[in-house]
């Protein structure tokens, strides 16, 4: 069973490719993980939200996950584009947190100023 344990422990030390930086803040939503940085923030949606799979709409699966956040991303850049920055594609390999193209992406995270 695919679980995003080893990227929430990654951007919770603050490495995310070459980047480290000192987490501020980490605030767990229904939907998602939130990790406050200095200069950006980093959300992760979940895909082992049981009410939100049941009750909302089910991002458990890879594709439709990625599909949402996405979506989410250029919905909300389109509104603040001043915060909404980025969107990386992401992997862990060999204990590292990896920006990568998306044939060998995990997960999305957007970026935010802070």
């Not at 480290?20 to 992760?44: C, D, G, W």
């Not at 049941?54 to 594709?63: E, L, V």
């Not at 250029?74 to 920055?85: A, C, F, H, R, T």
Request: aromatic residues 10%; proline residues 2%; hydrophobic residues 40%.
């Amino acid at each position: 069973m695919y679980t995003q344990r080893p990227i929430l422990d990654l951007l919770a030390l603050g490495k995310l490719g070459d980047e480290t930086a000192s987490l501020q803040k980490h605030i767990e939503t229904v939907m998602s993980n939130v990790f406050v940085f200095p200069e950006r923030t980093y959300k992760l949606y979940k895909n082992d939200n049981a009410f939100i799979n049941k009750n909302f709409r089910d991002i458990s699966g890879k594709n439709e996950r990625l599909d949402f956040t996405r979506r989410d991303f250029l919905w909300n850049q389109e509104l603040n584009s001043d915060i909404y920055v980025g969107l990386k594609a992401v992997a862990v390999i060999d204990g590292q947190l990896c920006v990568v193209d998306d044939a060998q992406t995990q997960e999305y995270i957007i970026l935010m100023n802070t």
